[in-house]
């Protein structure tokens, strides 16, 4: 038996919503808000789950709670949950994981063998992207799974790992054995829990937006886990100055711990001003939005867009409620680009070596550890306390 | 003694604007919709203009009338000009030319016997860029032309070409002698004169927004002569499905002969379906809005981005009078961009390639021959008209 | 019952050959020619295949033979086969092939209901890919297909479709129904039998060599159906002059008919100069290595990246018997660039697109269309014949 | 009066070199070592420079001694000078400096006063760029300063650095004032005389082989200046393990201090071996070659890219005196990329704010500091002894 958080829902669709063709009555919604009330987070005890040929069952030893559990398990003033994008009911939730393998399906020592090489083992540490690809549609076959026409996810709609044991494809499993150089016990398990951040925040930056060149300017707007993420990764990539703006103090001292320059308390200086000063004028070639604020800095982006240098990138991850205005004059007269990502695939080895050579150690981002007992109280915690870096459950 | 258009304007600056480093009272503004009123343009008769030791002087013989032209000649009810960038009084107007050598300045021979060969000499057809970037700010130094501390524009803050004969600086000027293996006589100078806009829209669709690779479907919002150029470009470099949205149904014939698959009236048409059907539900890699109304298209790329694959990049160079609304959260959920552009610098050479090769004939854009007599007729003109391609002065 | 062209080999390894853990003895090898002797190709009668739950049953249209076919077939003093890569015994060979969908697994018709759409039905004209990769390990995983750790080919190791029927999986199938809109009956099939080695063009030419700037010049060396689906895809994306070079009077006529300016025989003319002279000496900015003869003309690409203009690219995709002398020193001096491709995963819609529209129309390169009966023979004719542009096996 | 150390030659053509358009007799020729025999360096008592309108008298403060310093003082067994590339007679050596404007020439206040800023006066810390691009080409006009068709080299064909004062043109020099929020006094100039060797390696890595990935491995051979300028870049953009293959214990220490995970001694370990030891099998995305050895390391690198992962990049710095054998097949199979660089135009400013930030100290790598005086008896010992880092002449 084994002990799970799992995330119950009623299906109570809004007026005017039209069930798509994944879609399922009462059970997986692609637009969570849209139909899904009462979220209730409940600490259940269970069988272990089974697992299939190409599957592994591992033991869970940490697993970070996300901006997206909390938004989850948060309700609107109609009760509708606050997650706007693939959500099933009564599935466990935590994508953010680490664990060791403890039994493998049969087709995969099989496949070792074949390879000559045995990746995978009992006892092997690993962590699973969250993207469930399906590997057959036509993003499937170009490699681009994070575009995948059927994706699941972990955590969302698929079981996840906010539990003591998770179950896990072998063709989403990373193993995390090169952190063991750097790390040990529980602390690589800390550190291999938060590789899923890291990776989102990499595909971003780096795949996505193009990354900068070694020597420009870096701004980020947001402190919470994934601006902690952006900052640390924009200065190990050479950026010169990497700037940060968050209201919390706690939230600042970590980004200056992970490599920030400057960090500042967006309701006590003037955003613009503090940008144009630190870069002598010339602004950033990154601001990454990882705050969802992208509707309320829209002028100041445009100001700076025009103030500073050409070639700017506004780069968007954090989810806001609200459209932002973007200056179309600036990007012309600028040369100036605005790019949103969310995904992770593909990134991930590349992440987990950063992490093992020590360039990023993303346990300083860790606030608070906590058992799964106290996950609900947490996810409830975290709708106000904006004050955290990473809160994460220890097992 | 030889015929100009000059530009005539008056000083009168809006309640608020005030004068920057690089501004001129009563000669030049950066932003001229600020600073002047009254627009009238004269034909003049004057001497010819003298050449600096770099220079060469140039007998225009074709030059076209730009969009900017027109803006610069237009006015608010209140009398201002109606061109929101760096404009000159007095000055003489036009910046797609094409000419002939008739005299270089001295160190230009000394030059050329340097480099052991004579690219420019008296008969060259050439053309010329209208950037006219300092050489010595730190962008130039980095070879960021279009992104100068201190660009002068010629046809906007220096004399132009629309005159019998113009002056450009050595390293202004670009060779047409090439065209001469397709074109001859007057039509070799009126396909020379329209390389500043193909310009232009290869600065924004290979060089700035990136390209697209062959096979993509390409959608062009606007069939005047930018939204041409970009039709006649994406269809040479591989798009599949090249599909235009313009009301004249002249501007939709050009269209179609210079490489559009498809080109529909956007009032008769739904242009999201039209798209999504003609692409098979992808959409398009590139859209390319060349009419200055992305602000009243926002939501229908919005849309778009949503509905079609991910990845797909919104490039601007229309010039509108409203911001426009991009939807952030489309932009996160489908990895797409948004970019703009505006100048040429760096690619002349491979423009010059492709008419020469007949890759692209830019003379199908051309509905209007005149005389430049006529230019303040058809700068009245093309106000309202919204039917023509390109009209071009034949000298 | 149906007929099928399987290669028998013997089992013979070189001295000192040792086997990998990818090889099997007696059965595969990853490098064909230091295992395999006296390849023989038959026509044999046989069952038609069973297909597992996520795998069709293609009824085979039209299959050309491709440079590997005949290396295969080909064998040395001793007897030992010519082609150096993986290679199983016993296999149908043929992996450049289109044919009709008679059979579905039925995992397959499950997931169309779930993705709402039914891509694949019976009836459907569909060509695969030859690269079978595993899906499974870390290169899979990161949506690098053509350099997973255990690939299989089909055709090589796996049965191809020199066939009257052959079987793929699910995730390696592609659509042809958009060719119907230009072709039909057989023309499509043999248009879309020739998506395969356009598709391994395209890979080297667009994803791994970048692509060239629209108006840049590109040379081809050799004009067997690679080298003419290089000439094909260079001129398409707006190549201002593409070169060929190639003995053949018959493949240089196909060049020209696919989009070359020039066509050459290098035994007649001085490439260098010919090219020099032609690109108005800047040179090129892509020669596309598709005679597998680098190692003889490793001087001349030396001494045009150093006439040419800089920034330069030597594509291999030739495989030669000799390796290539680079000159270094004018790599660094000219900033040029040598690189080398193989595979084709990732570009398949693109390509079928650009033949769907009509950008390419790969039926001008076959000059024979042969019966399966006749394989055999051909395989041996085309050791020496180096005059075809495609041959294909029509059913 | 000033001293400075000018470098005489004799005008000796080997048989059969030809005078190309851009050589004189007895004073400049491109490749020197065809032309030039018995250099000397002497240091000289003469009059202070003049300047023209647009140059700057620099009083200098720090000035390195490059390879290139060394080569053109090296003769052969003949006596011809060991450079290659451009030299000129009786010139001013020294190209990697730092100093202080003393003048100005009138036309720069002129211009600072249109742009509105004070960028350059008496006293600002400056360096300069040795490529003295005409401005006037083609490819200048693209910005492509480093292929600039008449480039002239400051301490090579130019009067240099290696003196008390210098002069340099407004467009070629860049201010160090950033430089003085870390460094001071003598070490700001220290600092500063080393951008020069840092912006080459910055040129070759990220703006012309394309950077790598972070968390990617990295191979640097050879740990003389450039070396261990690319194991500092490399480390400071995030790769993941750096190791660099140096005979002498003294760079090797260096190296380790400004970045190298690990420094090897090539003649007492298997380079390969320890390559995949470090790099768990998968190799090195970026193989650096500092050394001038390709042609001694070609088959370790051949091994390398077969035995890694695919998609890696051999880029050339060294100058070899021999070609290195590139196996085309190796770069076939592996989409394996060669290529080099030379230049350093367009990427000061970002290598300026990486030392102004500290991401580089540059100044780890001196390890002498001399006289002027000491100059000729240095380029001597230099000759023979590869243990320095940088010799560095202070004023």
Redesign the interface.
């Known amino acids: 038996m084994m002990k799970a958080a799992r995330l119950f829902l009623d299906w109570y669709p809004r007026e005017g919503s039209q069930l ?3 879609e399922i009555k009462g059970k997986v919604a692609q637009e969570g808000s849209k139909f899904w009330r009462n979220p209730r987070v409940e600490i259940v005890q269970e069988p272990l789950p089974r697992i299939g040929p ?1 599957e592994v069952l591992i033991k869970v030893r940490a697993c970070g709670i996300c901006g997206s559990d909390v938004l989850m398990a948060a309700f609107d003033g109609e009760g509708y949950t606050r997650y706007g994008y693939i959500m099933g009911n009564g599935v466990i939730i935590g994508h953010e994981f680490s664990g060791e393998i403890v039994e493998m399906g049969r087709r995969i020592d099989e ?1 070792q063998r ?4 045995e ?1 995978f083992k009992a006892g092997t540490p690993v962590t699973a992207q969250c993207v469930v690809n ?14 995948c ?2 994706t699941e996810e972990r955590g969302f709609s698929l079981d996840g790992a906010m539990a003591e044991y998770a179950v896990a494809d ?3 499993i ?1 193993s995390l054995e ?1 952190l063991s150089e750097k790390y040990s016990g529980e602390e690589l398990f800390l550190a291999g829990a938060l590789i899923e951040p890291l990776a989102g925040v ?1 595909k971003a930056l ?1 795949s ?1 937006a193009g ?1 900068l ?5 870096a701004v980020v707007i947001g402190g919470g886990p994934i601006g902690l993420a952006g900052v640390a ?1 924009l200065k ?3 950026a ?2 990497v700037i940060l703006f968050e209201p919390s103090p706690q939230r600042r001292e970590i980004a200056k711990a992970v490599g920030a ?1 400057y960090a500042f308390d967006p309701g006590k200086v003037n955003l613009t001003e503090v940008i144009l000063e630190l870069t ?1 004028g010339i602004g950033a070639k990154i601001y990454f ?1 990882a705050a969802g604020v ?2 309320s800095i829209g002028s100041d982006i445009d100001f700076l867009f025009k103030a500073g ?3 700017s990138k506004l780069v ?2 954090g ?2 409620e609200e ?21 992770h ?10 992490v ?2 020590g ?1 990023i150690d993303p346990r300083k981002m860790i606030t608070q550890k906590i058992t799964l007992e106290e996950v609900p109280e947490w996810l409830t915690i975290l709708r106000s306390n904006k004050e955290e870096g990473k809160v994460i459950v220890v097992f």
Chains 1, 2, 3, 4 share one sequence.
């Open positions: 798509g063709p994944r190409t496949y074949r390879i000559g090489k990746v399906c590997g057959l549609c036509e993003k499937c076959k170009e490699g681009k799974f994070d575009e026409w059927l072998f063709r989403h990373y090169d990499y780096i996505i990354s060149n070694p020597g420009d300017n990764l190990v990539i050479g010169a100055t320059d002598k939005e992208a509707a240098e050409a070639g968007l991850m989810h806001g459209n932002a205005m973007i200056c179309t004059e600036t990007l012309i007269s600028g040369y100036n680009v605005v790019v949103g990502s969310h995904g695939s593909g990134v991930w080895r590349n992440v987990i070596r950063m093992a050579t360039l």
